[in-house]
């Protein structure tokens, strides 16, 4: 008989009791504003700001509605001015690049490599070309480039560099956290990423500038001293009355989700890393390119990308592995298919420039989700699966 693996990619763990309970006691105040403080009380909202930006070592934090509003606001109160150019790297998820023409900023998308990394090269020069002065790095599906190099390719040519942490929360870099390369970084709490409060977003600075300013856009009205995690007062004073307010804040119910997830998600990181090493040992003997990571990148296993080579039709494939309830997504169709757009799928953005390495790499990526309602057992099952179907394809395609 076939093996077929019948559990949802798309399934999350429930919310724990814990923070069922938190919901319920804030749900029965009324107050889910976070504003809306009776005297002497720390909004949800606030806690979450301060636990957080302890979590990621940095000295402020602000949450809000969602990761795309966050980078929209990191840009914005790290400086950047309509019409300002951003390099960016060509592989990422479509709110990137919407939070970049948000912002009002010009994407310059940079070259990928074969492990996925932005292409520190062609970053170089891209960036002497362009003269652009910001540059918003995705770490994609969690892979984290050489952040020293990059790092110092911004401080020569004096470049803001914004970091997408949508895929790395809690994830380090030569022992340092992802989000702590950059003068800024931008979290996601939407449902698919490693905290769940359906939708939601952390930002996070040492500067107290950009911070207060960030507060501000998000829309505090002037009740910025409710924040948690923010700069001083006269911080606020200074910016205050130059700084637009473009709502997009986080509410009390969700932060109470935050706050209880984040306390496990050391763990969990744990039990993502560990699904993802079975299905890398399952998927490499079948001659899928699972790249080794480097022993400095203490990624989050939470998706796992692999070359396709050598197995002729990838669509084929693709449906074969569906065919047998695992979902595996193609970053090499022209035409998008759920969250799978490319840079060529940008149309909104205008005339941009090719990038044939880019495309040639994700033309043989496959993407898939490991949601933690998998068990390692699960895991074990899918790599068969996808082992399988890739031996059979490859068999027709050498035929
Ligand atoms: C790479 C990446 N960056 C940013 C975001 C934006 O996060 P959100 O969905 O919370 O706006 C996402 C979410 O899909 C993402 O995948």
């Given at each position: ?22 919901v319920?006691?804030i749900l029965r105040t009324g107050r889910l504003h976070r504003y809306n403080t009776t005297?002497?009380e720390t909004a949800e909202a606030a806690l979450l ?14 949450a809000c509605a ?134 939601g ?17 998000s829309g505090s009205y002037?009740l910025y001293?409710r924040h ?17 307010n473009?709502s997009g804040r986080m509410d009390n119910v969700r932060a109470a ?143």
């Amino acid at each position: 008989m076939t093996l077929k693996f019948e559990k949802s990619f798309t399934q999350q763990e429930p919310i724990s009791e814990k923070a069922i309970a938190r919901v319920v006691e804030i749900l029965r105040t009324g107050r889910l504003h976070r504003y809306n403080t009776t005297p002497g009380e720390t909004a949800e909202a606030a806690l979450l700001e301060e636990d957080y930006a302890r979590y990621q070592g940095s000295r402020h934090c602000l949450a809000c509605a969602s990761g795309g509003y966050a980078l929209h606001v990191a840009m914005r109160s790290a400086g950047l001015k309509p019409g300002d150019k951003v390099l960016a790297n060509a592989w990422t998820l479509a709110p990137v690049p919407g939070a970049i023409h948000n912002a009002g900023g010009v994407p310059v998308f940079v070259e990928i490599d074969e492990n996925w990394h932005i292409d520190p090269q062609d970053l170089q020069a891209r960036a002497e070309a362009s003269g652009a002065r910001f540059l918003m790095l995705s770490h994609m599906r969690g892979h984290i480039g050489d952040m020293e190099a990059i790092a110092n390719l911004c401080d020569r040519y004096g470049i803001t560099m914004i970091e997408d942490c949508a895929h790395t929360m809690g994830a380090r870099f030569k022992g340092r956290r992802s989000g702590r390369f950059g003068r800024v970084a931008a979290f996601s709490a939407q449902t698919y990423k490693h905290l769940n409060s359906g939708e939601g977003g952390l930002l996070t600075t040492d500067d107290p500038d950009l911070a207060a300013r960030a507060v501000v856009m998000s829309g505090s009205y002037m009740l910025y001293a409710r924040h948690g995690a923010a700069p001083d007062e006269e911080v606020f004073r200074r910016i205050r009355l130059d700084t637009p307010n473009y709502s997009g804040r986080m509410d009390n119910v969700r932060a109470a989700i935050l706050r209880v997830q984040l306390e496990g998600l050391d763990e969990n990181i744990r039990r993502w890393n560990a699904r993802w090493h079975i299905l890398a040992q399952g998927l490499r003997p079948a001659g899928l390119d699972v790249p080794e990571r480097a022993a400095h990148e203490d990624f989050v296993g939470s998706s796992i990308q692999f070359h396709a080579r050598g197995i002729g039709d990838i669509p084929a494939f693709v449906a074969s592995c569906a065919a047998r309830g695992v979902e595996l997504k193609w970053f090499g169709a022209d035409e998008p298919q759920g969250f799978t757009s490319r840079f060529d799928s940008w149309r909104y953005l205008g005339e941009t420039a090719d990038l044939p390495r880019t495309r040639a790499v994700l033309a043989t990526t496959l993407d898939m989700r490991v949601p933690l309602t998998f068990e390692e057992e699960d895991c074990r099952t899918i790599a068969r699966i996808i082992a399988e179907e890739a031996a059979s394809h490859a068999g027709k395609a050498r035929a």
